[in-house]
């Protein structure tokens, strides 16, 4: 048992030490998910460092009984798998609004954020897949917790 504690922990280790890929100083596209319906999110991406990041996303989102707009902001930590593939992982909060039949509301939430993305080097393009979990949103989310899986294409420029 000792030895897969050590295992672990140093594999975890390693994962942290990676060489980080340089990112792209700024990106722009969409976020097209699933989260308490289908939603379009407008992305853009400021790169910090050679593998640290700010995303915000401003989104509308639309199933059968409600509509709702959010603002999300995420710190997010890049890291190279391969030549083109990155994976990222990151933190961050929102804020909303809903409307439904008879109601509306507003709401905040803190939001994680991981997934993976390839980067095309003969063309300024980035396409991405993540899971982003949402806790908070009273009144939006089922038991203040909702999440989805998205499809992103950016410009990087």
Request: without cysteine; negative net charge.
């Amino acid at each position: 048992m000792k030895k897969l504690i050590v295992s672990a922990v140093m594999l975890m280790g390693l994962g942290f030490t990676a060489k980080a890929q340089e990112i792209s100083k700024n990106a722009l596209g969409l976020r097209l998910g699933d989260n308490n319906g289908f939603g379009a999110e407008i992305s853009y991406q400021k790169g910090l460092s050679d593998n640290n990041r700010l995303e915000a996303d401003l989104g509308w989102r639309n199933n059968h009984d409600v509509s709702a707009f959010k603002l999300t902001g995420i710190y997010q930590w890049v890291w190279e798998i391969d030549n083109n593939f990155n994976w990222y992982a990151g933190a961050g909060a929102g804020l909303g609004s809903w409307s439904a039949s008879g109601s509306n509301g507003s709401f905040a939430y803190i939001a994680g954020d991981v997934g993976i993305e390839y980067n095309f080097k003969e063309a300024p393009i980035l396409l991405s897949l993540d899971y982003r979990p949402e806790f908070g949103g009273h009144g939006y989310f089922d038991n203040n917790y909702g999440s989805d899986i998205a499809l992103g294409i950016k410009y990087k420029f």
